[in-house]
């Protein structure tokens, strides 16, 4: 059977696709942007200007563009390619404790000035709200709080040509691996890119450019009855940090072999291992239900945890909004809002929630800068040794259930009840035994937390967290 641990390093391309690096900040024309960040400061400006005109007591304007190009392939045909270029300005109007919002993506003198009459007359008629103000003016991240280091902006300067050439060269690596890839839903890659820039009445100043490049293949192997599909993929901000299109479709292909001749299995109680990727998602159940809106709506079956214990002492989480090049990173938030690195969980306590202005005037506590999401969250066990790898975890597990596979969204935000479909393998005496279909894994996130049992050194980043695979020690797995 195929190894189905995710390579650690997958070595970057060395492919003719991919051009190099620049040494330079490049100009808008040349990054691909049709408009400088002088011109959105100047749009910026020019509707706060027209809102404080009017008699509004506070006010902010966003102006963002965003451009790309997307190209799939499927069984060594071109299939699709997209560029798809958006703009748009918004602009918030504080009357009072009233506040209208209005948007356009029109950016003539006189198309702000109705979007900002639009925000107005909204806010005239809306109720009173005490806690929708700006944030407070201490909280604000003035332009010497905010790193300008942190790597966030690589243009990809990849052509359609170039980009279906990546894309059939990592869908040829799966197919070609074993004869039993017989199929394939298809490649593609995907280069994205965007800047912006905000301000507001309490003094935030700020913007900044970033970008998200991928490269993504879906194999099927076996015939008939007996077909099973997976895929992988890389996502980076610098497209010469990607895993090479062989690397991604070998991996891909391998994973979708060792699903095939899958299995029901009798219903039982058993301990679950959940494969890093899919770990990165109980964590983020973790965010949603200590964050602000969940909290002050008393929907989270979390409300109240702030200092008491809701995971083991050996589980740790971090969140650092500076680490450079990575997907979570911001020198500010969503509302200007300073950010910084910081203990969410420590032995296995809540030391914070994840909050934004109004949440935090809601519930009687200050921002934690997190209006717009988390930023870099890294799920630790002070248990876990080097060796730890999926190997290790498998062996951990001892006779149980390893998911690589989850269906559906199957959490209750408020009690916390846990039930998702699910695929993966029946391991016994630590090792693979077959692969599993058609079942379903249930339990409440309350005790899932409370039984993490170890944390893998197979480290997975989806999006802005970072975990290893996680071992439950007991839930409901329901089959045939």
Known sequence: MPSIAPKASPRKRSSSATPSKPRRAPAPAEAGFAYSRTFFEDLVDSAIHHAKKLGASDASAHASEG????????????ENVERNRDKGLGITVH?????????????????????????????????????????????????????TD????????????QAAL?????????????????????ASVSAQQSHFFSAHTHGFRGGYASSRHSVSVSPIAGKGANMQRDYWYSSQRDAADLASPEAIGRYAAE????????????TTECPVLFESPLAAGLLGAFVQAVSGGSLYRKSSYLLNSLGKPVFPKHIDILEDPFVKRAKGSSPFDDEGVRVQARS??????????????????????????????????????RLTRAGDNLDAMLQR???GLFVTELMGSGV????????????????ENGRIAFPVEEITIAGNMKTMFKDILAVGADTYNQGAKTVGSILIKKMKVAGS
Do not use: C
């Open 95 to 147: 009357i009072g404790q009233r506040r209208g919002n209005a948007s356009t993506s029109d950016f003539s003198q006189k198309a702000i000035k109705q979007t900002v009459q639009a925000a107005y007359d909204i806010a005239r008629f809306t109720a009173e709200d005490p806690f929708a103000a700006l944030p407070d003016e201490a909280d604000i991240a003035q332009p010497s709080d905010q790193r």
């Open 344 to 381: 969410v969980v420590e032995a296995g306590k809540v030391q914070g929630y994840f909050l934004g202005s109004y949440s935090a005037r809601k519930l009687g506590m200050k921002t934690t800068g997190n209006a717009g999401g988390s930023h870099n969250l890294t799920l630790t066990s």
């Open 255 to 266: 994973r979708a072999l060792s699903r095939l001749n899958s299995r029901k299995i009798a």
């Open 150 to 161: 942190l790597d966030l902006f690589f243009p990809w300067a990849i052509t359609s040509e």
């Open 412 to 427: 209750n935000s408020v009690t916390g009840d846990y039930s998702r479909g699910a695929s993966g393998f029946w391991v």
């Open 67 to 78: 451009s790309g190009l997307s190209v799939s392939v499927r069984k060594g045909e071109l």
């Open 397 to 399: 597990l001892g006779t």
């Open 166 to 186: 990546l894309a059939l060269q990592t869908e040829n690596a799966a197919l070609r691996l074993d004869k039993r890839i017989t199929n394939s839903e298809g």
